[in-house]
């Protein structure tokens, strides 16, 4: 039976028991970075097949809007998201398996994951606009 001292406790550790680490910053940008591939990703999927389906003139406005400047930051917007949410994945990955669970490893992938997720994404426009 609970006692009166014993009623007033959380029945879970609550946020502001938790210190703030780059671990939770991971994990909820590798959720946000799903939720935009998901929604800007999907939209910009489902406009170039309508623009193949419609044929040139549809595909044309369809590459002029992707050129412009707005086009380049949703088309590198979406790439740093894929990039990101697929460091995060396998950070998760090496986790899921039994790895990494130090706290040391596991601050450093924390911190590595995002920044590969820009490095990987700046390596890629690099390829795309450089060739």
């Not at 309508?50 to 590459?63: D, I, N, R, V």
């Amino acid at each position: 039976m609970a006692t009166a001292s014993t009623r007033n406790r959380p029945l879970s550790p609550h946020l502001q028991i938790w210190r703030w680490g780059p671990h939770m910053f991971v994990s909820i940008l590798h959720r946000l970075t799903g939720d935009g591939m998901a929604f800007a990703g999907l939209g910009v999927l489902l406009w170039w097949l309508g623009a193949l389906a419609g044929g040139p003139k549809s595909y044309e406005t369809f590459a002029w809007a992707m050129t412009t400047p707005v086009g380049y930051i949703v088309l590198v917007g979406i790439s740093w998201a894929f990039f990101t949410h697929m460091m995060s994945g396998l950070r998760h990955f090496a986790l899921d398996v039994g790895a990494g669970f130090e706290l040391n490893t596991n601050r450093f992938w924390s911190i590595l994951s995002p920044i590969l997720g820009v490095a990987l994404t700046a390596a890629f426009w690099a390829l795309l606009l450089l060739r």
